[in-house]
């Protein structure tokens, strides 16, 4: 995949594929986790996105840049009933979740590691109750911002694949990029926000574990804002 910054895909959210090298032991977790658990894009996808995964599921959520996943493990091991596709191209990201599931497998987790807009493209319409994209690059420079994953474009793909009454959460402690979702959001026909009081964004979603991410933003003196969006 080319790096968006070197004119690859302009809907890609990432900038970057790769930090530190990995250990040994790590990197052999990678390959055995992309092995067990990576989506083949190649393949048609199944009628019920159920049938990606070993454990019987009754609903599939999608997560777009799960970091450290912090998230997307406390959820599947939280939610043993709901699919869960996590997707990261950041390698060392990709790596510590395919550590963590070579140590404890779950058997309702699937991952991908390119753009989720090949993955959005690829999945069945109607098919996903729930898609995250929580804390999210920033891209803070405004000479950048066309970058930002949240875009006319991606909204239009994530309502395609979610089902009605679905939901796109969003969360970010970027005011510019939540200002940003929310002006997107409202040239969106597909998406209603759900917030009846300021609480609602001041207060994180349900059963939310914290991420490293936020972590990051409170001790650096910034608040998250936390946007729940109802496909129409």
């Given amino acids: 995949m080319t790096d968006p910054v070197e004119g690859g895909r302009r809907d890609s959210f990432y900038g970057r594929r790769k930090g530190h090298s990995l250990r040994p032991a790590r990197a052999d ?3 055995r986790g992309l092995d067990s658990y990576a989506l083949d894009l190649a393949a048609e996808p199944p009628a019920r996105l159920a049938g990606l995964f070993s454990d019987p599921v009754d609903a599939v959520a999608l997560e777009i840049g799960f970091g450290g996943g912090e998230h ?15 997707v990261e191209p950041f390698v060392n990201g990709m790596a510590k979740v395919a550590a963590a599931l070579d ?51 991606n909204l239009a793909r994530i309502a395609r694949v979610l089902v009605p009454g679905g939901f796109f959460r969003f969360a970010s402690d ?4 939540v200002d940003w979702t929310l002006l997107a959001i409202g040239r969106s026909a597909d998406f209603a926000w759900t917030a009846m009081d300021a609480d609602d964004w001041r207060r994180p979603f349900p059963g939310w574990p914290g991420t490293r991410y936020e972590q990051k933003a ?15």
């Fill in 72 to 86: 997307l493990l406390h959820r599947a091991a939280a939610e043993s009933h709901v699919g869960r596709i996590g």
């Fill in 29 to 31: 977790a990678l390959t």
């Fill in 218 to 232: 409170i001790r650096e003196g910034r608040r998250g804002t936390y946007l729940t969006f109802r496909r129409r």
């Fill in 174 to 177: 970027i005011p510019s990029y």
């Fill in 103 to 153: 140590t404890e497998p779950r058997g309702n987790v699937r991952l991908f590691d390119r753009d989720a807009a090949e993955l959005l493209d690829w999945l069945p319409e109607a098919s996903v109750s729930v898609v995250d994209l929580l804390y999210p690059d920033p891209w803070p420079k405004r000479r950048h911002w066309k970058r930002r994953f949240v875009s006319d474009t």
